[in-house]
């Protein structure tokens, strides 16, 4: 992935912190836009960072792995866990309830 611009932090719910974003350019011509959003949970003694992706067009699974690669030697390794949705991503209640509360979105059935 090559980054391509920078965007200003944004709100999200349940984020204590949300840095600047970042655009990014992928092999496949595609190009995101994702957040870094930060939570520390002073009860766990944990702090919770997701990245929040917008696509400007549907996602490759090429297209995924090579934004996770990146996200995974941004963090030093894989996420505890991925979900996805249609649409504003920080409007997404269940992805926003695991930043905020640190409880985990419940597992979908595949169709």
Same mark, same amino acid.
């Given at each position: 992935?090559?980054?391509?611009? #920078?965007? $200003?932090?944004r709100?999200?719910?349940?984020?204590?912190?949300v840095?600047? /974003?970042?655009?990014?350019?992928?092999?496949?011509?595609?190009?995101? +836009?994702?957040?870094?959003?930060m939570t520390?949970?002073r009860d766990?003694?944990?702090?919770?960072?997701?990245?929040?992706?917008?696509?400007?067009?549907?996602? @490759? $699974?090429?297209?995924?792995?090579?934004?996770?690669a990146? @996200?995974?030697?941004?963090?030093?390794?894989? $996420?505890?866990?991925?979900?996805?949705?249609? /649409?504003?991503?920080?409007?997404?209640?269940?992805n926003?309830?695991?930043?905020r #509360?640190?409880t985990?979105?419940?597992?979908? +059935?595949?169709?």
């Amino acid at each position: 992935m090559r980054i391509v611009g #920078s965007l $200003p932090p944004r709100e999200v719910e349940g984020a204590e912190q949300v840095l600047g /974003g970042v655009v990014g350019e992928l092999a496949s011509g595609n190009v995101c +836009r994702f957040w870094p959003a930060m939570t520390y949970d002073r009860d766990a003694d944990q702090t919770r960072i997701a990245f929040f992706v917008e696509w400007y067009q549907s996602p @490759t $699974p090429d297209d995924q792995r090579e934004l996770t690669a990146y @996200t995974d030697n941004l963090m030093g390794g894989p $996420p505890a866990l991925a979900t996805e949705c249609k /649409g504003d991503p920080t409007a997404s209640q269940e992805n926003v309830e695991w930043l905020r #509360s640190g409880t985990p979105p419940k597992p979908r +059935r595949s169709n």
